[in-house]
């Protein structure tokens, strides 16, 4: 007995909108040079403003800025020590600046 997907299509991904979770995130982030300045803006006014500085950092990250992400999420991760998203973009972060020890530790706790 052959399994198929349920509508029927093997190649769904081929007709049906398909992004991948990073892009859909990066999509909602709208990482521009605009919104990069208003998150900055954000932090700079409510340095405790650990969303802010997830949002700053995921921005970056998305824009291709990998060091001033591991910056920003570093702080947010401090803010907020339970927040996953902001330890998984951290790892990534830190695996495209090439520490990987960092990267496997701030990896291992969003995936606690």
Do not use: C
């Not at 049906?16 to 990069?36: D, K, L």
């Not at 700079?44 to 949002?55: K, M, N, S, V």
């Not at 910056?71 to 600046?97: E, F, I, N």
Request: net charge neutral; charged share 25%; no cysteine.
């Amino acid at each position: 007995m052959a399994r198929v997907n349920p509508i029927g299509l093997e190649d769904w991904k081929l007709v049906a909108p398909y992004r991948t979770v990073e892009e859909n995130f990066a999509q909602e982030m709208r990482a521009t040079p605009e919104s990069i300045r208003e998150y900055e803006t954000a932090v700079r006014l409510r340095p405790d403003f650990a969303e802010g500085y997830y949002y700053l950092g995921a921005a970056r990250w998305f824009s291709g800025d990998a060091r001033g992400a591991i910056k920003d999420l570093t702080t947010a991760a401090k803010l907020m020590p339970g927040h996953r998203d902001a330890h998984y973009y951290l790892g990534l972060a830190l695996q495209k600046s090439g520490d990987l020890p960092g990267a496997v530790s701030a990896l291992g706790v969003a995936v606690k």
